[in-house]
């Protein structure tokens, strides 16, 4: 509960920092198992560049013994990697940019991730948290 909160405080504070900016939407989906949390930022702008920034975290005890894993996003568009690591505080980041043509995230998407590590798998869907759409005057 209070990741979502701190994901809407940063979603409200990104809103008033694209004052000024072009239109633009932002997406952002949630969600926590007992060992990972997971956090997905799209960013959709009027020159239809779609953004996402994964941020994706290991809650166990020894980060150490995660090594390398495979994840995997699945939504409008997939991606993932095999041989990934976690940064010493158990954390992965990953940004991607694209200009996707008809396929693009909006509110009713469904998105999916799934992380295997150490001969264990994952599987859980992320819930869409907030949802921000800043227009520009003209």
Same mark, same amino acid.
């Given at each position: 509960?209070?990741?979502?909160?701190?994901?809407?405080?940063?979603?409200?504070? %990104? %809103?008033?920092?694209?004052?000024?900016? &072009?239109? /633009? $939407?932002?997406?952002?989906?949630? &969600?926590?198992?007992? #060992?990972? /949390?997971? !956090?997905?930022?799209?960013?959709?702008?009027?020159? #239809?560049?779609?953004?996402?920034?994964?941020?994706? *975290?290991?809650?166990?005890?020894?980060?150490? +013994?995660?090594? $390398?894993?495979?994840?995997h996003? #699945? +939504?409008?568009?997939?991606?993932? &990697? /095999?041989g990934?690591t976690?940064? #010493?505080?158990?954390?992965? $980041? &990953? /940004?991607?940019?694209?200009?996707?043509? !008809?396929?693009?995230?909006?509110?009713?998407?469904?998105? *999916?991730?799934?992380? !295997?590590?150490?001969? $264990?798998?994952?599987?859980?869907?992320?819930?869409?948290?907030?949802?921000?759409?800043?227009?520009?005057?003209?």
């Open positions: 509960m209070n990741r979502k909160i701190a994901v809407l405080l940063g979603s409200l504070f %990104l %809103l008033l920092a694209a004052c000024g900016v &072009e239109d /633009s $939407k932002t997406f952002t989906f949630s &969600e926590e198992t007992e #060992d990972w /949390s997971a !956090n997905l930022k799209v960013t959709q702008t009027n020159d #239809d560049y779609e953004t996402q920034d994964l941020v994706l *975290e290991y809650k166990g005890v020894d980060v150490n +013994s995660v090594g $390398k894993f495979t994840y996003v #699945d +939504s409008v568009g997939s991606f993932g &990697e /095999s990934a976690l940064n #010493d505080q158990g954390v992965l $980041k &990953e /940004s991607s940019e694209a200009n996707p043509t !008809n396929a693009k995230v909006d509110e009713n998407t469904q998105v *999916e991730v799934r992380v !295997n590590w150490n001969g $264990k798998t994952e599987t859980f869907n992320l819930d869409r948290v907030t949802m921000v759409e800043v227009k520009t005057k003209g």
